[in-house]
């Protein structure tokens, strides 16, 4: 890992205006995203994790600038990308691309494979040395795929199959840097663990880094060198992975993996099971102070009136917390 | 319909083995979506039927008038002059082996090559018309969906506001207004524009507000946002991943609008603001006919005929590729 980061995202905030009454004044904002910080070094492989609605698909779609923030900067190379428009954004997406969650609506049914794939060239006027066709058969050929699948259509394949044919759209670009947007959930158990193995080899042979969006803890970190626990639009916890999963320090990392499931009967009685009660507050209502507080176990008045800073406690390892566990 | 699509006995023993070896060196072909549609389209009876006489009235309205008799030729040595209609055939019809669907009461004008030429106005304008409210339609639609906020407001607005209006007054009206002589066009050329117009300029929110709902839908899946994120500008969007998802419903609906754009067409001439006589067209012949009927019931019987299996046959064929395009929806 080296120093530099590839990616720098500070203060990231994204606020969803609500419109009411009869001159469509805003009323609300559905706080989405609210001050996200956290760097990818080039290489590495950053997990972001947390409940269905915490904001971790809005952070990578502002990432890809499919969003644009509210708030917040977002630095790729050094170069602050957060602001730029679509039209000078145009040829760093060479640099920057998406694996997308779902392989059924993520390609277009009305094309081939070979235009699908070959898209990103003729998008971003790029000459391939023998040929459009060429390059996309070499990509299906490095995703497993036969090549001479190039004319058939989407609805031909399996979803693994298909979500193959979309990693080898994301590569054609030779990206430094990949969102991939869980990129397994809606895959087979069966058919998840070949394209999380998939992503590893290809990081192995093209350095690629990532940033992995998913719910699953196992997924994220059987891939990830570092994860990121998102809260209601917050990030609780930073930590290499080996850390935060056998010692987790903010209370909602503990329960989110107390929640994996054990497969060993004995072991499973040993462990401790945090249940959280209630759900998970309205974005557009979020609790004063600590945005966990309503549902935690150790919360202090303190919580209730004082948001907690995400803040270095060890090197590589930030908690947002009054009272980490240690 | 949607009994499942024939396989060729070659495909169904295909062994999966030789199908990773990707089988010699033949390239695979994939079945898209048009060739699927085609297969379903093809065991369908009732619309090949309608496909069949669509292309047959096509044919006959382009080339019939070149064979047949002139329609505007007097036969007046057929008409009974008291009682005012054919003298011989089936009913006073004047069928006979010179006139196959017989003579005008009154003046004895040939009737086939009447309803011929009739067939021709009434597809030319209902085309026409068709197409005016398809490309306005589609455009409109397309960009109300796919952009949303206050374009979308404003188009679906405007939509409401075209669908509120008292289309046949304005028909009415329109032509009492317009001069002779227009964007160099006059006289039958001119009202054909006029319909076209009238028609194809009214009934373009039917299929903009479709458009429009299959965008929104299509806006929200993710190779919109793959395409964007590869750097795509709104105009490839729009028009080269969009699009083609919406090829078949507007397909479908403009095979569906045909008829009805017949029928609006028939209803204007039978009001008087159609093609000015002598030029024969459906609904003129039917108003003709309207006074008489009691006397000379196939005089209206045949224009109203000829409307009706039209409109029949585009029905059908609209069903069917409705079915074989999206054998989902019922």
Redesign the interface.
């Known amino acids: 890992m080296s120093s530099t980061p590839l990616l720098e995202v500070t203060g990231l905030q994204k606020h969803f205006p609500v419109h009411a009454g009869l001159l469509r004044r805003q009323v609300a904002a559905v706080k989405a995203v609210d001050g996200v910080s956290f760097s990818v070094a080039k290489g590495e492989t950053l997990g972001l994790v947390g409940e269905s609605g915490c904001g971790k698909t809005t952070t990578g ?1 502002m990432i ?1 600038r ?1 969003l644009d923030p509210t708030a917040g900067s977002i630095t790729f190379e050094g170069r602050e990308i957060s602001r730029l428009s ?1 039209g000078r ?3 760093l ?2 640099d920057i ?2 694996i ?3 392989p059924y ?9 070979g235009s699908i794939v070959g ?2 060239f003729h ?2 006027d790029i000459k391939t040395e023998h040929g459009v066709k060429r390059a996309v058969q070499e990509l299906l050929e490095l995703v497993g795929l ?1 090549p ?6 989407p ?2 394949f399996s979803g693994g199959q298909r979500q193959r044919i ?1 990693i080898a ?1 994301t590569l054609a ?1 030779k990206p430094k840097l990949i969102v991939a947007d869980e990129p397994v959930s809606a895959l087979d158990v069966s058919i998840q663990a070949q394209v999380v193995n998939l992503l590893e080899d290809l990081q192995n042979e093209l350095g690629l880094t990532y940033v992995v969006i998913a719910h699953d803890l196992s997924v994220v970190r059987h891939i990830s060198d570092r994860v990121a626990v998102m809260y209601l639009g917050r990030m609780v916890e930073i930590a290499d992975q080996a850390d935060l999963y056998t010692r987790p320090q903010h209370p909602y990392t503990k329960a989110l993996l107390s929640a994996v499931p054990v497969p060993d009967p004995a072991a499973r009685k040993e462990r401790e099971r945090i249940r959280l009660t209630g759900d998970v507050p309205s974005p557009l209502n979020p609790p004063p102070g600590c945005p966990f507080h309503p549902r935690c176990w150790k919360a202090q008045p303190k919580c209730a009136t004082e948001v907690p800073v995400l803040s270095e406690r060890t090197p590589g390892r930030s908690v947002a917390c009054h009272f980490p566990e240690d | 319909m949607t009994a499942p699509i024939e396989v060729s006995k070659g495909e169904a023993e295909a062994h999966p083995e030789d ?2 070896k ?1 089988v010699g060196t033949q ?7 048009g060739r699927i549609a085609w297969l379903r389209l093809k065991r369908d009876r009732a619309a090949l039927g309608g496909a069949v006489v669509i292309a047959l009235l096509i044919l006959l309205a382009a080339f019939g008038p070149f064979f047949l008799q002139d329609p505007n030729a007097y036969h007046q040595d057929l008409i009974d002059p008291t009682m005012q209609r054919p003298k011989d055939g089936f009913l006073h019809s004047g069928i006979s082996w010179e006139h196959w669907f017989g003579v005008e009461p009154t003046t004895g004008r040939d009737m086939l090559s009447r309803i011929v030429l009739g067939a021709r106005i009434s597809l030319i304008v209902a085309f026409l018309a068709t197409l005016v409210s398809v490309t306005i339609g589609t455009v409109l639609g397309v960009v109300a969906g796919y952009f949303g906020g206050w374009v979308d407001t404003v188009i679906s607005r405007a939509m409401d506001v075209f669908l509120a209006f008292p289309l046949l007054l304005f028909a009415i009206a329109l032509v009492g207004v317009v001069p002779d002589d227009m964007l160099g066009l006059r006289g039958n050329g001119l009202r054909v524009g006029v319909l076209v117009f009238v028609i194809g300029f009214f009934s373009w929110p039917y299929i903009g507000r479709i458009v429009r709902g299959q965008t929104l839908s299509l806006r929200e ?3 919109v ?9 709104h105009g ?1 969007v729009l028009f080269k ?1 969009l699009l ?2 919406l ?1 078949a419903p507007i397909i479908v609906y403009t095979t569906l609008l045909i008829p009805t754009n017949i029928l609006f067409e028939a209803a204007l001439s039978f009001l008087g603001v159609g093609v000015i006589p002598p030029m024969p067209s459906w609904g003129g012949m039917l108003s003709l006919a309207v006074p008489t009927y009691q006397n000379t019931p196939f005089f209206m019987i045949i224009p109203g005929l000829a409307i009706f299996v039209t409109v029949m046959a585009f029905n059908l064929l609209g069903d069917g590729l409705r079915d074989a395009l999206d054998p989902r929806a019922r």
């Not at chain 1, 609506?105 to 494979?113: F, Y």
């Not at chain 2, 390239?27 to 979506?33: C, D, E, T, V, Y």
């Not at chain 2, 946002?225 to 500008?233: K, T």
């Open positions: 779609r890809m499919l679509q954004m145009r040829p997406r060479r691309q998406m997308f969650q779902d609506s993520s390609l277009n049914p009305r094309k081939t494979v898209a990103p998008l971003q036969n001479e699948h190039y004319n058939r259509y609805h031909e979309g759209r670009l | 199908v990773l990707g390239a695979i072909q994939g079945r898209s979506l899946r993710e190779f946002d793959a395409s964007r994120s590869l750097g795509a500008g490839h991943e083609p998802n090829l």
